[in-house]
């Protein structure tokens, strides 16, 4: 059973340009939730997918947007970055079906804005 | 919405016995997660509580109280390896988790 994959690990970007990160779900896992988190603070909410449809969204702007393919992997992009979006991203695969087993956690993606 | 608090910060010993609490506040509530992240690490499973009472598993065991909107994660025996990062997250009806900003504990010998 193979965990949760994202790419890249890390990333600097400059203000103002766009990003794009990747998740790859656990085997089994037919929804995808991303988190943003920096320092020193939980991961925030952004959004979740469940069969490629988005199923929910958190307090980010229309420039954070995502997609979820086939095989439930799942894509995160962000355009226009800001300073303020340099924290570590984390993806997060789960089973509706069963749901008290929680998330299993990607490595997350470190980006740093300048 | 949902709000969570939890202690910022957290010190024990070696060998000893750490509560760590966590209250909130949720419009739909189904379920309650504990993760431990380590520093520089993805946050890894716990514990998961739906129904009031204790859920015991080896050294941890997590306590909810539906009524209260208080939970915790007891810690026994620690050891130095326990010292990360403990957060409460709240998972609504729809199967979106809210996360506190954690509780960092620190073990010392």
């Known amino acids: 059973e193979t965990g949760v994959t994202q790419s890249p690990t890390h990333l600097i970007k400059t203000r103002g340009q766009q990003v794009t990160l990747r998740c790859s779900s656990q085997?089994?896992?037919?929804?995808v939730s991303w988190y943003q988190q920096a320092l020193g603070q939980g991961p925030q909410f952004i959004f979740q997918y469940y069969r490629e449809e988005e199923n929910g969204r958190g307090n980010f702007p229309p420039r954070f947007s995502g997609l979820q393919f086939p095989n439930y992997s799942s894509e995160l992009n962000v355009n226009a970055l800001e300073l303020d979006d340099s924290a570590l991203y984390l993806c997060a695969s789960s089973s509706l079906q069963g749901a008290s087993y929680g998330y299993t956690f990607g490595s997350g993606t470190r980006l740093t804005v300048v | 919405g949902q709000n969570i608090d939890q202690p910022t910060e957290m010190t024990a010993t070696e060998g000893a016995i750490v509560q760590i609490n966590c209250t909130y506040q949720?419009?739909?509530?189904?379920?309650l997660f504990w993760y431990q992240q380590h520093a520089g690490e993805a946050p890894t499973f716990l514990s998961y509580n739906v129904l009031d009472g204790l859920e015991e598993k080896g050294r941890f065991s997590s306590f909810l109280s539906r009524s209260k909107g208080y939970s915790y994660l007891l810690l026994k025996e620690l050891q130095m390896k326990d010292s990360a990062s403990y957060l409460c997250a709240v998972t609504s009806n729809a199967g979106k988790s809210t996360f506190g900003d954690g509780t960092t504990l620190t073990v010392k010998p």
């Open positions: 949720t419009s739909g509530f189904n379920g």
């Open positions: 085997s089994g896992h037919n929804t």
